[in-house]
């Protein structure tokens, strides 16, 4: 980390580039939020507040990552495809996300150990290895998709594809490098938030709600390829690294089991908003395409931004387009490249925390910095990112019935007393689990081999 100081004996304070970076962000929020919280000074409503903003920040950075680039493409081809058809989904998923990563955090805060670890510990270190794998396949296909988008992007602006990846590699090894866990987190969330661009851009498309309402319920559930779109919006949704990250973000910020209510809110309020991105976006182009007329396929990223955005002008269009995936790709890389880090480490048994220095965890850093360029390298080969995208996401949905079970069986086994999953909440989240893991394999293999 950076220090500045002065010699004296006074303390010298630690004040990193991504702190210093995020003051920049925030500087700008503050003022709108100071006044609400000093007028509750010592009520019970502002010490809620303060505790929820001492909490936010896993739940909402792994959903902010959830909607990333190729989430973005995936509920864009949704649209342009198959008009408001697929939108339902989107509104089903949230209930269902929101199970999965309250049981991921519950296992967090109560057990203090990582996913991988507690599957090691619960079931041995050979489906601790099993379970791991299937985390990298899934970041190696997800950190594909993330940079692929970049280069999108960057393609739109004329700029070097090799160059851009390179300039945002470097800067994401820079933050991470001189960054603690919390000033991490603030800045991703910031770059995230630029997400809700496509809310924007959903409500300013104008949808024709006659067409919305006449295809909300209309599911062509025997087309293979509505099929395997409905298995990409899950597997879009509900990835694996996110039950890896958030386990391990609670407890790399140093949440305990008095923070579970807040988190939960934090989760909460997550799930709602990235299933509102992925919303907006499937709305717009579905809105583009003659308001819901379906069957017009994307091909890549310029072709997408210019359906989302004729209702903004064609400068400014690109502009929103262009920061709104920017967002969800860098915020969904560091995320990525974090979880594989973690979740090696918590196998392997090597040191693994944002507040460790880079020299007392080289394997950390090493891994998250080996993955990220070896992502960039691949990126720069010029693969299709619309149909890789998708394919991503179908990948995804098959690797849910290994990932939620392992998820389930952990909140039976190694939770104990009331934070054990059971009664009724059992038999809800086992019965949403296989219900989506069941339908997710069935949507891509038929799709698949149709």
């Known amino acids: 980390m950076l220090r500045f100081g002065f010699a004296s004996n006074l303390p010298v304070a630690v004040v990193t580039p991504a702190d210093l970076l995020l003051r920049l962000i925030i500087i700008y929020i503050s003022p709108m939020l100071q006044p609400v919280i000093s007028s509750l000074p010592g009520t019970p409503d502002a010490r809620r507040v303060r ?165 909300f319920f209309d599911a062509p559930l025997k087309d293979p390829q509505f099929l395997y779109l409905a298995a990409a919006n899950i597997g879009a949704v509900i990835m694996p690294w996110m039950v890896f990250y958030q386990q391990s973000a609670v407890i790399d910020k140093g949440l305990n089991l008095s923070h579970l209510r807040m988190a939960r809110v934090d989760t909460a309020v997550g799930a709602v908003i990235t299933q509102l991105i992925m919303a907006a976006v499937l709305i717009s182009t579905a809105a583009v395409f003659s308001d819901g007329v379906s069957g017009t396929k994307l091909d890549s990223v310029p072709q997408i931004a210019t359906a989302l955005t004729p209702s903004l002008g064609y400068a400014v269009g690109r502009l929103v387009f262009a920061l709104g995936l920017t967002g969800a790709a860098l915020v969904a890389t560091v995320v990525v490249c974090l979880t594989a880090a973690w979740g090696l480490g918590e196998v392997a048994g090597y040191k693994r925390s944002l507040e460790l220095h880079p020299r007392e965890a080289p394997w950390f850093y090493g891994v998250f910095t080996l993955i990220l360029i070896a992502g960039g390298v691949l990126v720069t080969s010029g693969a299709d990112l619309v149909k890789l995208s998708v394919a991503v996401q179908v990948m995804n949905a098959l690797l849910l019935p290994v990932v939620l079970g392992f998820l389930f069986l952990l909140a039976r086994k190694a939770l104990t007393g009331p934070y054990r999953l059971s009664g009724w909440y059992a038999w809800v989240a086992g019965g949403l689990i296989a219900l989506t893991s069941s339908f997710g394999v069935f949507a891509a293999l038929y799709g698949l081999l149709a």
């Open 51 to 215: 505790q929820l903003l001492a909490v936010l920040g896993p739940g909402l950075v792994v959903m902010l990552a959830d909607t990333d680039a190729g989430s973005i493409i995936t509920a864009a081809q949704s649209g342009a495809q198959w008009g408001y058809r697929l939108l339902i989904l989107q509104l089903i998923l949230i209930p269902i996300l929101f199970v999965v990563q309250e049981l991921t955090v519950r296992l967090g805060l109560a057990t203090q150990r990582g996913h991988g670890e507690l599957i090691r510990e619960t079931f041995g270190r050979g489906w601790a290895w099993v379970s791991v794998g299937t985390l990298c396949v899934a970041c190696v296909g997800a950190l594909l998709t993330q940079l692929s988008g970049i280069a999108g992007v960057a393609q739109m602006f004329g700029l070097p594809v090799a160059g851009t990846i390179a300039f945002v590699i470097a800067g994401i090894l820079f933050m991470v490098f001189t960054g603690s866990y919390r000033s991490v987190e603030r800045v991703a969330i910031a770059f995230g938030l630029f997400e809700l661009a496509f809310v924007f851009v959903a409500w300013r498309a104008g949808p024709n709600v006659q067409h919305v309402a006449l295809q």
